[in-house]
């Protein structure tokens, strides 16, 4: 960051972010996205190696992989960062007793 290479002011692209954040050793295309997703605001940012999302989408036939949730999230677009808040809360709602 000091060195400029990442930026998160309201000028910066969320694909050039991601870009320069997966660049850096250590930070992996779940933080990307997720860092998109909050500090940019991108709509269509989406973590799909993200538990929680595996999980929500989880069925008789187990949960989904990170590349079967991608595949999936395709028909989401433009929203899958919306998307994913809906189903972090199914996952909240889920685990909650009565």
């Known amino acids: 960051m000091r060195a400029g290479d990442i930026r998160f002011d309201s000028g910066s692209s969320p694909r050039a972010l991601r870009a320069s954040l997966v660049a850096v050793p250590g930070i992996g295309d779940w933080t990307a996205q997720y860092v998109a997703m ?40 433009p929203w899958r960062a ?14 909650v007793e009565p």
Request: charged share 30%; no cysteine.
């Open 38 to 77: 909050r500090a940019l605001r991108d709509p269509d940012a989406f973590p799909s190696s993200d538990l929680g999302l595996l999980r929500a989408l989880e069925n008789g036939n187990g949960r989904p992989t990170p590349t079967q949730l991608k595949a999936t999230a395709e028909a989401w677009r």
């Open 82 to 95: 919306y998307a994913a808040m809906v189903l972090w809360n199914k996952n909240k709602l889920e685990r």
